[in-house]
């Protein structure tokens, strides 16, 4: 546990918490530099640090592959997503490597899994990318509904538009 919620801290509903002393963290974008707090990126926790592993057990690439470089800085991606508010409470949006990609647009499954989930008639949901010829991938949720209610082509359609009123239309 690296980011926790300390009992002598204000818990923040929906956050990770805070990171541990000693222990610094950072939210990168794509080319590794920093992002403004609230928007989402890569959580990546600055090296040397106390808490990072020694490695990959018998995979010495594939450590190195996690590890990044900024400014003589060595940072360890996470391959967690997130972002950092502006009084440094850590809150998780979801895993770089989990990202669905379809006709360009980067859609995370857990966005979609939070829209269904709002809906009266879905008791659980999951949801995965498909290969797609012509996009890349598309979204396919997979939808346990509450009892009594009963499948059809109306609810699907309902399930789709209630996601798409929540989160982007793509």
Not at 60 to 77: D, M, N, Y
Not at 79 to 96: C, I, K, V
Not at 132 to 152: M, N, T
Request: with cysteine; proline share 7%; net charge negative.
């Amino acid at each position: 546990m690296t980011i926790l919620n300390y009992p002598c801290v204000a818990v923040k509903p929906g956050s990770m918490g805070k990171p541990i002393p000693g222990v610094d963290f950072d939210v990168l974008d794509e080319t590794c530099h920093q992002v403004e707090s609230g928007h989402v990126g890569q959580i990546a926790m600055k090296l040397p640090s106390p808490q990072f592993m020694l490695g990959y057990w018998n995979d010495p690439q594939k450590t190195s592959e996690g590890i990044a470089h900024r400014s003589g800085q060595k940072l360890w991606l996470t391959g967690d997503l997130g972002y950092r508010d502006a009084e440094g409470y850590f809150f998780y949006t979801g895993r770089n490597d989990d990202i669905i990609k379809s006709s360009g647009y980067r859609i995370g499954p857990m966005e979609v899994e939070n829209a269904l989930m709002e809906h009266p008639a879905v008791l659980e949901t999951a949801v995965v990318g498909k290969p797609d010829a012509e996009r890349g991938e598309i979204v396919k949720a997979f939808v346990v509904l509450c009892e009594g209610v009963q499948p059809s082509p109306d609810l699907e359609r309902e399930l789709q538009e209630h996601v798409k009123s929540i989160t982007a239309h793509h």
